[in-house]
C-alpha cells in the first residue's frame, strides 16, 4: 500500500527527492522516517493532509521539505544540501484518521513502506 521511491548516491551537498506512494486507502499523516548502521529509527518530517502541514526533525529543519501531491497521490521528501549523517534507510509510513499518538513516533504508524537507501559520500 505504500511504495517509496527515488534513493541514490550523491555527494556532500547534493540533492534527492524521495517519494512515497500511497494506494488502496486514505491517509491522514504520512511520515518519513530514517535508520543508519547502528542506529535507532529516527523521525524526518511528517505531512497532514487535513491540514496540508509539515512538521520536520531539528536535524533536516531548513534542508528538507515534505509536501504532498494530489495528482499522483504521494508525499514526496525534497532533500537538499545533504550530509554524510544524512546516509540511511529512508521508510515511509502513514496512519489513517483516528491514529492517535505523536506524529514523530513511529509506534503511531501502522502502514509502513519498504525502504530506501540514501548514501551520501565524497
Known amino acids: 500500500q505504500l511504495q517509496a521511491s527515488g534513493g541514490g548516491f550523491v555527494q556532500p551537498g547534493g540533492s534527492l527527492k524521495l517519494s512515497c506512494e500511497a494506494s488502496?486507502?486514505?491517509?491522514?499523516?504520512v511520515g518519513w522516517f530514517r535508520r543508519a548502521p547502528g542506529t535507532e529509527r529516527e523521525f524526518v518530517a511528517a505531512f497532514n493532509w487535513v491540514a496540508s502541514t509539515a512538521s520536520y526533525a531539528d536535524s533536516v529543519k531548513d534542508r528538507f521539505t515534505i509536501s504532498g501531491n494530489n495528482a499522483r497521490n504521494t508525499v514526496d521528501l525534497q532533500m537538499d544540501s545533504l550530509k554524510p549523517e544524512d546516509a540511511a534507510i529512508y521508510y515511509c509510513?502513514?496512519?489513517?484518521?483516528?491514529?492517535?499518538?505523536?506524529?514523530?513516533?513511529?509506534?503511531?504508524?501502522?502502514?509502513w513502506g519498504q525502504g530506501t537507501q540514501v548514501t551520501v559520500s565524497s
Open positions: 509510513a502513514a496512519r489513517r484518521y483516528g491514529h492517535s499518538g505523536s506524529y514523530y513516533e513511529a509506534q503511531n504508524y501502522p502502514y
Open positions: 488502496g486507502r486514505t491517509f491522514n499523516d
